[in-house]
């Protein structure tokens, strides 16, 4: 093809040093080059050789604080269209093209470094990222959350700023239990508590201490006097919500999606309209669930109460739910949500129907 044949015949005459209008001097290394090659590839080499700089006339021309491997690659890859990239030169590499605006290589390079993430460097990517590629930096945290048990044992954590940090545990897609986050915290915290122990409010409204083992916040979280003087609302809503976890609402009280929980709207009962009245029919009974963000309806097994008509409904605790009562019933139902099932509980008094239905501190209360 005429394009591999003319990048050919650019090679050959750099290869003889035919033609040549400049000489590249990086890190000591002398690359003789065409200015027109440079200039068709590169945005820098552009803006420099045809605008009146003075390097756009000068015969050798100096690249100060460059890699003389990584610019020896550009350069091939703008007579060649083909780069080498492997482990020991992709951050160099990638740190030249972005550089140099040579963005096929760039993006090449992210593609790379994305593939190659692991423990000991996705927050070296993230770092990396953050200056050069938003993509990388994207890719890099992602993993970070996936794999925070390990990350947040390495060097690099400790180096992290309070806004990478705060990225990170306020994520719902952290993938590690509560307590690592807190462990990691506080590690984070005591490596320069000069300067950071005043970030620890802000951190800890991030810690999802609800969801915490019950016999490792008694020991380990309240015990602890410093966060007892700096959050002792936090700490006093722990414990509250582990009492009575249906009574207690903040962003702490939100599962991450690892946790195994999820937030779903439920529905229950209800009836069809004919054309001449409203009809409570059996297939009504069914109990829905669906997800805030989704499209779609799931059925979920059909509710047992005896009536069609007039029943209450509450959550007990955080995901368990309670119906009783309806026309001429006294039946008080337990929809256990992890269950996908039904049980039937001690009957109320009296038949109620229409009338209201509560959880408070782990009691049902129903009025008329």
Not at 236 to 263: C, I
Not at 271 to 289: I, K, N, R, Y
Not at 331 to 358: C, E, G, I, N
Request: glycine fraction near 4%; charged fraction near 25%; charge should be negative.
């Amino acid at each position: 093809m005429h394009s591999s044949a003319l990048l050919q015949g650019l090679q050959e005459l750099r290869s003889e040093n035919m033609l040549v209008d400049v000489i590249l001097c990086v890190s000591g290394r002398e690359i003789p080059c065409h200015r027109n090659v440079l200039a068709a590839c590169s945005g820098y080499f552009r803006a420099m050789f045809c605008n009146a700089h003075l390097e756009s006339k000068e015969h050798k021309v100096t690249i100060e604080e460059q890699s003389a491997n990584a610019f020896q690659l550009l350069v091939d890859y703008a007579y060649t269209s083909r780069v080498t990239i492997t482990e020991d030169n992709a951050v160099e590499l990638m740190e030249a093209a972005n550089f140099f605006q040579i963005l096929p290589v760039k993006d090449a390079c992210t593609k790379f470094l994305s593939e190659i993430l692991c423990v000991k460097n996705c927050l070296k990517m993230v770092n990396l990222g953050g200056m050069i590629d938003p993509i990388l930096e994207a890719d890099a945290m992602s993993f970070a959350m996936k794999e925070f048990t390990g990350v947040s044992k390495t060097p690099e954590f400790l180096d992290l700023t309070k806004g990478q940090l705060t990225k990170l545990i306020s994520s719902d897609d952290l993938n590690a239990p509560e307590e690592t986050l807190y462990t990691a915290v506080m590690t984070w915290i005591n490596h320069d508590t000069k300067k950071r122990k005043k970030e620890m409010r802000e951190l800890m409204e991030l810690v999802r201490f609800p969801f915490m083992d019950k016999m490792y916040f008694l020991e380990k979280v309240e015990t602890d006097k410093t966060l007892r003087m700096c959050c002792p609302d936090i700490v006093s809503e722990a414990l509250k919500y582990q009492a009575f976890p249906g009574e207690v609402q903040s962003p702490r009280t939100r599962p991450r999606r690892v946790s195994g929980l999820r937030e779903a709207v439920m529905v229950i009962g209800g009836c069809e309209m004919s054309e001449e009245d409203f009809v409570f029919t059996d297939s009504m009974m069914t109990t829905h669930s669906s997800a805030p963000s989704s499209t779609s309806w799931v059925s979920m097994t059909t509710m047992k109460t005896s009536s069609d008509d007039g029943f209450a409904v509450a959550v007990l605790g955080t995901s368990d739910i309670m119906v009783c009562g309806g026309a001429s019933s006294k039946d008080v139902w337990l929809y256990h949500s992890r269950l996908d099932s039904w049980s039937k509980l001690a009957p109320m008094r009296t038949d109620r129907f229409y009338h209201k239905l509560a959880v408070l501190q782990g009691q049902l209360i129903t009025s008329v």
